[in-house]
């Protein structure tokens, strides 16, 4: 008999959750004549279901890697810290400063905290990730998110 380790214990929980959330993807409502489409509103909830149930088997049923457990000490506290209070900071100028100005900030920082000191990387991969979710989110998506400060849109 094998001996539950952590992983096989967390996949049983995640199989438990998977498997609920699975279920419960049947109750999204479907909007009239969608019956026969391949893409509806349920599609990517099934599919993260099935997913998740099919990883949540694998972690059970593969033996665990034997990795030690980190000591408390050994984590890196400072950092941690700082990150929970970047996103504190992120989540309170993302109105005042726009989503923009306030997404490039917050991954330039983030970027910092994790020890990229590259000055080219650093702007290219900022401006380009929260342009191109911004742009994902307005024009392919529909959700439109104040790209700028509210001070530049004074008119409206």
């Known amino acids: 008999m094998t001996r539950l380790s952590k992983d096989r214990v967390g996949g049983i929980i995640l199989l438990g959750f998977f ?15 969608t019956d026969g ?37 050994a984590l890196h506290w400072r950092r941690f810290v700082s ?8 989540g309170a100028t993302l109105r005042p400063l ?12 983030g970027f910092l905290l994790l020890g990229e000191r590259r000055i080219v990387p650093l702007i290219s991969v900022t401006i380009g990730v929260a342009g191109g979710f911004w742009m994902l989110m307005t024009y392919g998506l529909g959700v439109y998110i ?11």
């Open 83 to 90: 990150f929970l209070a970047l996103m504190s900071i992120y």
């Open 37 to 73: 489409q391949a893409f509806t509103a349920r599609t990517i909830p099934v599919v993260l279901a099935l997913l998740g149930v099919v990883g949540a088997v694998l972690l059970i049923a593969l033996p665990g890697a034997h990795t030690p457990t980190p000591q408390p000490q």
């Open 98 to 109: 726009g989503f923009l100005t306030a997404t490039v900030v917050f991954l330039l920082c």
């Open 19 to 33: 498997a609920a959330y699975g279920w419960l993807t049947q109750d999204i409502q479907l909007l009239a004549g």
């Open 146 to 156: 104040e790209p700028w400060p509210g001070l530049l849109h004074a008119g409206r």
